[in-house]
């Protein structure tokens, strides 16, 4: 049994009001405290400081969904590690596969922001994970190993006591189609052997999540396997009764 404290956190992407969140993280406040999972949440910018707010004195994080590698200047429409901070957040996504696709998000603007989120003392969600032709190719392990890699270069395992890491295959993102347990399990104990490789003892202490197309009905079957740590929920976080189920299964 892992000593690895569960992690299921909610990306809310481009959903809800500051007043819809409120509501929902007083809807969560119940099964999340009575869960033993660590739980956060992740709302829009305009959102983070109202559902911060909101979730303080309850056992809810609040996160930002992204942000920018510098604390301040010429950055139009970006919002700073510092910034998210004073806002109420504990946490931050990183290099969500739909700000690499949608975005220009690479293994090196991930480092950038990464080191910036780790300055600020919160805590990072590094998000990895290939495509259905780069599985198909066999090329699981290597573009794994390059997210990894590329994301921490630099960094020692000092810097990144605290790093998360979600492994969240394409294919599987709003799809409705969800890697096998084993599937999953297996690329989770590849990242770890990856993390190893890189910092030793660290892999043993960081929480690697699994995302995509996680609901209520497979979270505790995934949520078993030895390497998955938590989850990472997309639409299944924007209503209480899905994401509550899934905090109870961890």
């Keep these: 049994m892992s000593t690895r404290t569960p992690f299921i ?11 819809e969140g409120i509501a929902l993280v007083q809807a969560l406040a119940k099964p999340a405290a009575v869960s033993r999972a660590e739980v956060a949440v992740f709302p829009t910018a305009l959102a983070l400081q109202a559902v911060a ?8 994080g609040v996160g930002g969904q992204n942000c920018h590698w510098e604390e301040k200047g010429a950055f139009t429409g ?17 290099g969500h596969s739909e700000r690499r696709q949608f ?16 300055a600020q003392g919160l805590v990072p969600i590094v998000c990895i994970g290939e ?9 699981l392990e290597e573009v794994l190993s390059r997210q990894v890699r590329g994301a921490c270069a630099g960094l020692s395992a000092t810097q990144l006591g605290t790093l998360v890491i979600a492994y969240e295959p394409i294919w599987a993102i709003g799809t409705g189609r969800t890697a096998t347990t084993q599937q999953a399990q297996d ?13 030793g003892g ?11 197309s996680v609901k209520p009905d497979n979270a505790k ?30």
């Design 9 to 19: 956190a909610g990306n809310w992407k481009l959903n809800l009001s500051g007043e």
């Design 53 to 60: 707010k909101a979730a303080a004195g309850s056992r809810i």
């Design 78 to 94: 970006e919002v700073s590690a510092s910034l998210l901070k004073a806002a109420g957040a504990r946490y931050v996504i990183l």
């Design 103 to 118: 975005f220009g998000e690479t293994d090196q603007t991930v480092n950038r922001k990464l080191t910036a989120v780790l």
């Design 131 to 139: 495509t259905l032709a780069e599985r198909d190719g066999g090329k």
């Design 187 to 199: 690329a989770h104990a590849f990242v770890r052997s990856q993390v190893h490789a890189l910092f």
């Design 202 to 212: 660290l892999a043993d202490r960081v929480r690697i999540q699994y995302g995509g």
């Design 221 to 250: 079957e995934l949520l078993a396997q030895p390497d998955v740590d938590g989850a990472l929920v997309g639409g299944a976080s924007l209503k209480a009764g899905d994401f509550g189920a899934i905090i109870a299964a961890a």
